[in-house]
């Protein structure tokens, strides 16, 4: 069987602020993979002694940003390292993405299969909390829909195609953690787009791929666990419900600015289909979601000025 061979796989991760506890379940799980080569350390504003920290530890290459640049800027640095080292591939993780002890060789398994038949493709572990990839038999855009949402498909119902033998989902985008790229195929244009800075990022660079024509196969087998739920799942409601409820709203208005753009430039097909969508589902977010209250409202106007700002292409750290 002619899989990964031994060491062949960089590791990238990117971590920041104090999440330690997170991050050395993770390193002692990946340092114990025999396919892995360097780990790739991506030091994006930690508040405490990260290289202290990770002493104890082979073969970890350690990258620091004075700051948290985002999670593009991260991402983009490490890939962009890793490609200078030995390993054929790299293996994407988030400081909390903790793989099950056969997660890399269940990802082998699959690209043997795949490249029997001569397909174009990238593979990606599965995160256990995207269960509705399981649900939906996979992910696509939908075009003109606005966070997924379109009339058209509230009003007809399209039956998913099932799963094949191997347990691949097909996606046409999928997270960072978990992606696992061959080199070869990664040039500097196709590394993630550093404006995105937080959200999106990853869905802007692995959508890219689809459009060159590769397929993107969520791996069921292949198990990432992920220590701490993303902030719009710890609620387990829908994102924009989620973030009347959050008090962290910066991260919500970062999501939707970025989406818009993504969508805009990718999946709007027809602006006035889009826009149509837009306000459809803002005016259902109106009446079901947003409470009434002085703050109910001033988190509605912020909303609002994040889908602009998408909109117009304002990107980067800075947002309203």
């Known amino acids: 069987m002619n899989l990964i061979s031994t060491s062949s796989v960089d590791v990238v991760i990117v971590t920041y602020g104090n999440r330690w506890d997170f991050l050395k379940r993770v390193l002692d799980r990946v340092s114990e993979l025999g396919e892995v080569n360097k780990i790739i350390l991506i030091d994006n504003g930690t508040s405490y002694s990260l290289g202290d920290n990770i002493k104890k530890f082979r073969n970890i290459i350690l990258y620091s940003f004075e700051r948290n ?4 800027k991260g991402f983009y640095r490490g890939i962009e390292l890793a490609l200078h080292e030995d390993g054929q591939y790299v293996w994407l993780l988030d400081d909390d993405n903790l ?9 082998r398994t699959a690209q043997y299969h795949l490249k029997n038949e001569d397909k174009k493709f990238l593979l990606s572990s599965f995160r256990n909390d995207r269960k ?4 939906n038999k996979g992910q696509k855009f939908y075009k003109n829909s606005f966070f997924e949402f379109h009339i058209k498909k509230k009003l007809i119902k399209k039956i998913p195609e099932r799963l094949n033998e ?25 590394l993630p787009n550093q404006e995105y800075y937080l959200y999106c990022d990853d869905i802007d660079f692995t959508y890219r791929f689809t459009l060159k024509g590769y397929d993107i196969y969520c ?5 990432i666990v992920d220590l701490e739920s993303s902030w719009y799942r710890k609620e387990k409601v829908p994102m924009f419900k989620g973030i009347f409820k959050t008090n962290d709203l910066i991260r919500g208005l970062y999501s939707i600015r970025n989406r818009v753009y993504f969508e805009k430039k990718f999946i709007a097909s027809s602006k006035l289909a889009y826009i149509t969508n837009i306000f459809i589902y803002m005016a259902f977010v109106w009446l079901k979601y947003m409470p009434k209250t002085k703050k ?24 309203q």
């Open 166 to 190: 191997n347990n691949l989902i097909k996606c046409e985008a999928v997270p960072y953690g978990g992606l696992l790229l061959d080199k070869s195929l990664i040039s500097e244009k196709d």
């Open 219 to 223: 791996v069921t087998d292949s198990v």
């Open 99 to 107: 793989p099950n002890k056969n997660a890399l060789y269940s990802l």
């Open 132 to 135: 509705e990839l399981i649900e």
């Open 296 to 319: 109910g409202f001033l988190k509605f106007y912020r909303i609002c000025n994040a889908i602009g700002q998408g909109w117009r292409g304002k990107l980067g750290r800075d947002i």
């Open 69 to 72: 640049e985002g999670s593009a």
